[in-house]
Antibody
Framework: EVQLVESGGGLVQPGRSLRLSCTAS????????MTWVRQAPGKGLEWVGF??????????EYAASVKGTFTISRDDSKTIAYLQMNSLKTEDTAVYYC????????????????WGQGTLVTVSS | DIQMTQSPSSLSASVGDRVTITCRAS??????LNWYQQKPGKAPNLLIY???SLQSGVPSRFSGSGSGTDFTLTISSLQPEDFATYYC?????????FGQGTKVEIK
């Protein structure tokens, strides 16, 4: 059974940093692109960014709103994806979801087929 | 960036109704369009990928169609468990973008 479990959320002051983890199980983690999506309270879904598998260079792409302050990385040996968030702002307050994208591995289509339960990040003084 | 616009933003319907939600992309995205369902307090759930492919385990009352810039999600006979918010999302290019959501409520 595919499982994605996010952790590391919490209350943080503006300007501080936080690192989220997404621990995966039930599939060959290293074969997949891993994506982070966030949802501010009462709002819609916002794509944060992704990291491709090593087979596709392990490269990353980010939303303009987080580029330069957020960094996605992965440890395939531990089956964990990370979201390092620096210089946090109040507008970064959201539930952060980790998702799996089979695109490029098992299909030529790109979509988010499994999601974690989410972890809440609250940026407030 | 590709903008995704859903309509309506909300709708009221009864159990057994046929419901259609539309999604329009600001430029052609071929068939790189996905649909998700989200219930309150839960993570989104993939319903449809590649515009019309039903995700495994999703009931057949859900269907998707379209290509280019115009897409639809249809629920053929609304069930009580279908009351939720639905999002479209394009995967043609980065940044990946979502529609603003359509909330389906009980009439």
């Amino acid at each position: 059974e595919v499982q994605l479990v996010e952790s590391g959320g919490g209350l943080v002051q503006p300007g501080r940093s936080l690192r989220l983890s997404c621990t995966a199980s039930g599939f060959t983690f290293g074969d997949y692109t891993m994506t982070w999506v966030r949802q501010a309270p009462g709002k819609g879904l916002e794509w944060v960014g992704f990291i491709r598998s090593k087979a596709y260079g392990g490269t990353t792409e980010y939303a303009a709103s987080v580029k330069g302050t957020f960094t996605i990385s992965r440890d395939d040996s531990k089956t964990i994806a990370y979201l390092q968030m620096n210089s946090l702002k109040t507008e970064d307050t959201a539930v952060y979801y980790c998702t799996r994208d089979p695109g490029g591995y098992s299909t030529s289509w790109y979509y988010f087929d499994y999601w974690g339960q989410g972890t809440l990040v609250t940026v407030s003084s | 960036d590709i903008q995704m616009t859903q309509s309506p933003s909300s709708l009221s319907a009864s159990v057994g109704d046929r419901v259609t939600i539309t999604c329009r992309a600001s430029q052609s995205i071929s068939r790189y369009l996905n649909w998700y369902q989200q219930k309150p307090g839960k993570a989104p759930n993939l319903l449809i990928y590649a515009a019309s492919s039903l995700q495994s385990g999703v009931p057949s009352r859900f269907s998707g169609s379209g290509s280019g810039t115009d897409f639809t999600l249809t629920i053929s006979s609304l069930q009580p468990e279908d009351f939720a918010t639905y999002y479209c999302q394009q995967s043609y290019s980065t940044p990946r973008t979502f529609g603003q959501g359509t909330k389906v409520e009980i009439k």
